[in-house]
């Protein structure tokens, strides 16, 4: 559901085409916008009037004053203009109903030797159950760029299921290549362990468990992870499994921890979060953020991106503060490019932040995602549970991998 308000929209588009922001260090330069893309300088809505129809809800309802259809692009800022380049574009590259909630939710993992993106199915019920793990396909990214390069209009390119052994139970997080694997974030379920596992990627897509508790006690379910420079794995915990009636009552706070795979150190770094669902790290490591969600379901708590330092030496997540907050479901998976920009999962799309936390963009695709990944240079693969999409732009991926 969109922003309904005649009234209001009226209204913007007279402040959009009046206001020049040019006063205030930016503009945003019309011959630079890309087909297709939507100019939001956010002096144009600054003031909506005490007639506009406000927003009454931070998931359903999505700002998109100028009704346009998705997906496309919003420009917050004209820095967005040099993360999309000219000729950038967002389409949809596959789609598929079956899978209940979703084919393609979460953990996008790229395989550069074989041009293939990886992603698991919804880890909710009834795609995942107590009963039941979600699943993990493959689309192949050279069927896309024939597609692209033959015009094709209605892209829906297929995808192969993996047939996963019992080590991988409900997987909600991936990266790497970790060593030529995937590096996975399992919940678990029922009495199964959530875990770190490695999968690999080429048949028989075998796995090997890293990790599968805290000293004897289980982890309540991991969500997403990252590799760090140092070789140290970070990953957030967070009690959806237990919400999703796939695990018992958490026995742990909802944290972030390390894990050191070549001593088996295994620590807290963070703590204090609601929900600590996405992280990402600066490409030169030195800076965390965790993302907290737990605004999906109560608008009132966090729906924010906090950033820490990480000590170069102890790896604890210090100097706590807010990075950004999201206007519209999530935060969910983050990502990095090679300057440092974030792009975080939210409620009707990607949403771009630099890294002194601006909101510069969005691509907006009208629905949730859940996480997003570069397919290589300039390549973002966005999931949105039934439909998997393409944003063709400029930006490099700045996630770390070995
Ligand atoms: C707001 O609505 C009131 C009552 O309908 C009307 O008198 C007023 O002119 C409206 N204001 C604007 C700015 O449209
Ligand atoms: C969706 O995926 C299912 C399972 O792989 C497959 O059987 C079906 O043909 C697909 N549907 C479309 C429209 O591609
Ligand atoms: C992907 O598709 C291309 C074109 O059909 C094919 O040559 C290639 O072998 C496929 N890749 C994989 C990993 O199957
Ligand atoms: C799941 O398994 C439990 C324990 O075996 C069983 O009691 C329950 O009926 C099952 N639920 C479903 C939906 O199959
Ligand atoms: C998969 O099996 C091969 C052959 O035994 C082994 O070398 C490799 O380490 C395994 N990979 C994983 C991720 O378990
Ligand atoms: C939302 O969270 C606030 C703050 O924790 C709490 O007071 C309120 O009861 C919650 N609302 C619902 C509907 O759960």
Same mark, same amino acid.
């Given at each position: 559901m969109l922003l309904r308000s005649p009234t209001a929209l009226a209204l913007l588009a007279v402040v959009a085409r009046l206001c020049s922001c040019e006063a205030q260090g930016d503009s945003i330069d019309a011959?630079?916008?890309?087909?297709?893309?939507?100019?939001?300088?956010?002096?144009?809505?600054?003031?909506?009037?005490?007639?506009?129809?406000?927003?009454?809800?931070?998931?359903?309802?999505?700002?998109?004053?100028?009704n346009s259809t998705p997906p496309f692009f919003q420009i917050f800022h004209s820095d967005f203009l040099d993360i999309l380049g000219p000729n950038a574009f967002v389409r949809n590259i596959a789609v598929n109903n079956t899978f209940a909630s979703g084919f393609a939710f979460e953990a996008p993992f790229f395989n550069s030797p074989t041009n293939e993106m990886f992603f698991a199915s919804s880890v909710f019920v009834p795609e995942s159950s107590f009963n039941h793990s979600n699943r993990i396909s493959k689309i192949n990214m050279t069927l896309v760029e024939q597609a692209l390069t033959?015009?094709?209009?209605?892209?829906?390119?297929?995808?192969?299921?993996?047939?996963?052994?019992?080590?991988?139970?409900?997987?909600?997080g991936a990266t790497g290549p970790f060593k030529g694997n995937l590096l996975l974030a399992t919940r678990g379920r029922g009495n199964l362990p959530s875990a770190l596992v490695l999968l690999n990627p080429r048949s028989?897509?075998?796995?090997?468990?890293?990790?599968?508790?805290?000293?004897?006690?289980?982890?309540?379910s991991m969500n997403d992870l990252k590799i760090h420079p140092s070789?140290?794995?970070?990953?957030?915990?967070?009690?959806?499994g237990f919400t999703s009636d796939q695990k018992p009552p958490p026995l742990l706070p909802n944290q972030v921890y390390m894990f050191d795979p070549k001593t088996g150190l295994v620590r807290v770094?963070?703590?204090?979060? &609601?929900?600590?669902?996405?992280?990402?790290?600066?490409?030169? $490591? *030195? !800076?965390?953020?965790?993302? =907290?969600? /737990?605004?999906?379901?109560?608008?009132?708590?966090?729906?924010?991106v906090y950033a820490?330092?990480?000590?170069?030496?102890?790896?604890?997540?210090?100097?706590?503060?807010?990075?950004?907050?999201?206007?519209?479901?999530?935060?969910?998976?983050?990502?990095?490019?090679?300057?440092?920009?974030?792009?975080?999962?939210?409620?009707?799309? &990607?949403?771009?932040?630099?890294?002194?936390?601006?909101?510069? $963009? *969005? !691509?907006?695709?009208?629905? =949730?995602? /859940?996480?997003m990944?570069?397919?290589?240079?300039?390549?973002?693969?966005?999931?949105?549970n039934t439909k998997i999409f393409l944003a063709q732009i400029q930006a490099k991926s700045g996630l770390f991998t070995m």
């Open positions: 011959g630079r916008i890309p087909p297709g893309a939507v100019s939001l300088p956010p002096l144009s809505f600054a003031v909506l009037g005490q007639n506009a129809t406000f927003r009454q809800n931070g998931f359903i309802q999505q700002f998109n004053p100028t033959a015009h094709v209009q209605d892209i829906n390119v297929p995808f192969e299921t993996l047939d996963l052994p019992e080590t991988v139970q409900i997987t909600n028989p897509n075998n796995a090997t468990v890293l990790l599968d508790n805290f000293f004897d006690r289980q982890f309540n070789g140290n794995i970070f990953f957030t915990d967070d009690d959806l770094v963070a703590d204090n979060f &609601v929900t600590p669902n996405g992280i990402a790290l600066s490409p030169d $490591g *030195k !800076i965390g953020y965790v993302g =907290d969600s /737990a605004g999906i379901t109560n608008s009132t708590l966090p729906s924010t820490f330092d990480i000590d170069p030496e102890t790896f604890f997540f210090s100097n706590r503060r807010v990075f950004c907050y999201i206007d519209s479901g999530g935060p969910d998976g983050i990502q990095v490019d090679t300057k440092g920009n974030l792009y975080v999962a939210s409620g009707d799309g &990607v949403q771009i932040f630099r890294k002194d936390g601006v909101l510069l $963009g *969005k !691509i907006f695709i009208g629905s =949730d995602v /859940a996480n990944a570069f397919a290589g240079d300039g390549r973002l693969v966005v999931l949105a």
